[in-house]
């Protein structure tokens, strides 16, 4: 194993902030390292934390971190908990810290927005705003494996062999086969739903719209297909022209189909929204959309994190 870098030993003298990362080990738990470390944000100890591989290591500020296991760990050293990863282990972990260590803040992905949900978004206030309002809006959104952690990604590679080598598959993350497959989100026992739950943060962010989600055989990245119905006609040459001076939205409207913006070819590290074949008919306008949940959600989380350190005081992580 790798040794530990030495500022994880002893506090930083420029931060006395020390944040434990639960997670840090999967796809969200290794971009939210990369933000903070991007961004400069001051943390003092850094305390990377695994519940699948005790060997493991990640990287931050340009170091290989060994992660160390999060059962059995003394989450007294840390002054912050951020939990980046969505596994029931992870989340029971997460519950019983809160029994333990009271006064710990503690930070799940329930305290963010979830990257779905942040994306219709984003283009259904372009919509509202141009429409009149939205009368309906529907989404379908097929989900990347990354976002079930890295024991996720790992399945997809597996079966995906598997299936090239005549083997039979063995789900274990996913209720059903996810190499070249399609599987209902609500399949896995989400209680709440995953669905409901972007419905609910869509009506808080923008307007009210119904979410039917898969997971997909991709790695990084996801897709959406968005039909909504505004309250009055759109004009799609206007509606392109404030998509495209929108914040947080791309624009590619390119005639070659190469110039359609994919989960694979564009989506993946950043945070803009991909937007592109733009059907507008009347009040009915139906548009692709491609977006990284990872690095989205992490972004919000980096945030979460900077916030707490210049406002400790009036900053609560939940």
């Known amino acids: 194993m790798a040794s530990r870098p030495v500022s994880s030993q002893q506090s930083s003298t420029a931060s006395q902030f020390d944040l434990a990362v639960l997670g840090a080990d999967d796809p969200l738990g290794g971009a939210v390292l990369q933000i903070l470390g991007e961004r400069e944000i001051a943390v003092g100890r850094l305390f990377p934390l695994t519940m699948r591989d005790p060997e493991a290591s990640v990287v931050y500020r340009g170091q290989d971190w060994p992660c160390e296991p999060a059962e059995g ?174 914040d947080g939205i791309t624009l590619m409207e390119a005639e070659l189909p190469a110039g359609t913006p994919t989960p694979a070819t564009d989506a993946q590290g950043s945070e803009a929204v991909f937007v592109s074949r733009i059907r507008v008919d009347g009040v009915l306008a139906r548009i692709w959309l491609v977006f990284d949940p990872i690095q989205m959600e992490a972004a919000q989380l980096a945030t979460a994190v900077e916030n707490w350190i210049d406002k400790p005081a009036s900053s609560m992580l939940t």
């Not at 803040?105 to 939205?134: C, E, F, N, Y």
């Open 73 to 246: 760990f003394d989450f007294s050293q840390a002054q912050a908990l951020l939990v980046t990863s969505r596994s029931a282990a992870a989340l029971r972990l997460s519950r019983d810290i809160r029994v333990r260590h009271p006064t710990l803040p503690v930070m799940t992905l329930d305290g963010i927005h979830p990257a779905p949900a942040v994306a219709v978004s984003r283009v259904l206030k372009t919509l509202a705003a141009l429409g009149g309002g939205i009368a309906t809006a529907d989404a379908f959104v097929a989900l990347p494996t990354a976002v079930a952690g890295q024991d996720g990604v790992e399945e997809l590679a597996t079966q995906s062999r598997g299936l090239f080598n005549m083997e039979s598959p063995e789900p274990e993350v996913f209720p059903l086969q996810i190499a070249f497959n399609l599987v209902p989100h609500g399949a896995t026992g989400d209680v709440p739903s995953y669905e409901g739950h972007l419905a609910e943060t869509s009506a808080k962010l923008a307007a009210d719209a119904a979410f039917s989600v898969v997971w997909a055989p991709l790695f990084f990245g996801a897709a959406a297909a968005l039909h909504a119905r505004t309250q009055r006609p759109l004009d799609v040459q206007s509606l392109r022209d404030a998509l495209r001076h929108r």
